[in-house]
């Protein structure tokens, strides 16, 4: 069974080399974001409840001339469908609806994309209807999206977006990510991407890289080349950068990298180990770990660079580290009551307090973005992924499985992503799980996958 603390390396000196990157692909065009809209359908969905469910129906996207595209779906029209498959596959995955369609729905014409014709839809069971329309402007795609309720015949949320045409995906998101926000009254994630780390070859001669994607496991790329093992990355909170602790050589060294040019900088480089960077809420520090003399602490430094401030000063093995929302604490593991548990500090290193006593051993721990709760890992037989309350009260388990761990929060703080080791084969996958517990999904990757990142919304 795999360690949750990362095993240290024996170091050897070597020049300071970036970590060698795969070659960069051109840079997407930013979506324009949808209005904001006012509060949910019928109030916010709890953390731990069911949503009530609500059946949408998602026609495809029509167009008002079918032409070519530039993207590898093909035309306007296929474009549409393929639109409205992503938008339906998005709220079917995260659980809280049923959305029926684009096949086998009443389709409309492009004249009834913004004003429908209710009484075609008033004899079904559909509550919700998603329309939309896809035509080009330019060299550019123009793509709108509609919501309306059925019974009361009227529109709900509408936005459109003007997208490069290798960039459609996100308007398929952005138009998710207005129903799920208008409806349920949460914060949107569907447009946000997903770093991790790809793992091929051997278990003795592992390659480990950098790569990202879409929160559908689409557009997925290798940022790294395998050359150097890549580990534990985060995005930045304004997505320019992604932290990640590169081993070349034996010599641990953290860097940022550009996800769009691959341009990469070094923040820390060390004779000693180090372990799990991250970032603070306003990007301007790195928290990390480095073993020195038998002991482990949690250091804080300067994201442009500088000297560290050490934090902890404990006997025993201090990692990880996450930032609340505000910036005010820090979460952490510990091993100096004699196992793994969770500890909380100030963000000067203040106040260092336990709050996990569930028995067992607890790690990995991740604050929400929303700041009320936070996920970990709990190792009691086998490995879960368990959410508790910053007090350390409320413990809840979402998975149960034989080793699921390193659990990330979307954006909205609604749904965890971790990853899962199969007994026997030791194969890794991504999973994501929402905070009831009862909607997991694994997200699909090209190669065994582990330490997920999620990303907040896209600008």
Not at 71 to 76: F, L, Y
Not at 201 to 217: E, Q, T
Not at 321 to 332: A, E, L, N
């Amino acid at each position: 069974m795999k360690s949750l603390f990362l095993f240290p390396l024996a170091l050897i000196a070597a020049p300071v080399l970036a970590q060698p990157v795969a070659a960069p692909a051109a840079a997407p065009a930013t979506v324009p974001a949808p209005p904001a809209e006012e509060g949910g359908l019928t109030g916010s969905v709890s953390d731990e409840s069911d949503w009530q469910n609500l059946d949408i129906a998602i026609t495809n996207f029509q167009t008002d001339a079918d032409v070519p595209t530039q993207t590898s779906v093909g035309t306007t029209s296929q474009l549409g469908r393929g639109v409205s498959q992503i938008i339906a596959a998005n709220l079917r995955n995260n659980g809280l609806f049923k959305p029926a369609g684009p096949d086998g729905l009443p389709q409309p014409l492009f004249s009834e994309v913004q004003s429908p014709n209710f009484g075609l839809w008033s004899g079904r069971s559909d509550e919700m209807l998603v329309q939309g329309s896809v035509r080009m402007a330019g060299d550019q795609i123009a793509v709108g999206c509609y919501l309306f309720d059925v019974a009361l015949k009227q529109q709900l949320a509408g936005a459109s977006w003007t997208v490069a045409p290798a960039d459609w995906r996100r308007a398929a998101h952005k138009c998710s990510d207005l129903v799920y926000s208008r409806l349920s009254g949460e914060n949107p994630f569907f447009d946000s991407r997903i770093a991790y780390i790809a793992e091929t070859g051997p278990k003795s001669r592992r390659i480990k890289r950098l790569a990202v994607m879409d929160s559908d496991g689409a557009n997925h790329v290798f940022l790294t080349t395998g050359q150097a093992i890549a580990l534990t990355p985060r995005y930045s909170p304004d997505y320019r950068q992604i932290l990640y602790l590169s081993y070349l050589n034996g010599s641990p060294r953290i860097y940022t990298i550009d996800p769009e040019t691959r341009s990469q900088r070094l923040v820390v480089q060390s004779n000693n180990p180090i372990f799990a960077p991250r970032w603070s809420p306003d990007g301007k520090w790195v928290l990390y770990s480095m073993a020195q003399a038998g002991n482990t602490d949690i250091y804080r430094i300067p994201a442009s660079g500088g000297t560290p401030l050490r934090l902890t000063n404990t006997p025993g093995i201090n990692i990880g580290g996450s930032f609340s929302p505000d910036g005010s604490k820090v979460v952490f593991e510990s091993d100096r009551s004699g196992s793994q548990q969770i500890y909380i500090m100030n963000a000067d290193g203040s106040d260092q307090r336990r709050i996990s006593f569930f028995g067992g051993r607890s790690a990995t721990p991740e604050w929400s973005p929303r700041g009320d709760q936070i996920a970990f890992t709990h190792i009691a037989g086998n490995f879960r992924i368990a959410v508790m309350s910053p007090g350390g009260g409320e413990l809840r388990y979402l998975t149960d499985s034989w080793q699921d761990e390193a659990p990330s929060w979307a954006p909205n703080g609604r749904i965890i992503q971790f990853f899962r080791t199969q007994q026997n084969s030791g194969k890794a996958t991504l999973w994501q799980v929402d905070l009831t517990g009862r909607n997991q999904r694994q997200l699909p990757t090209p190669v065994d996958a582990s330490d997920p990142a999620w990303g907040p919304i896209r600008p």
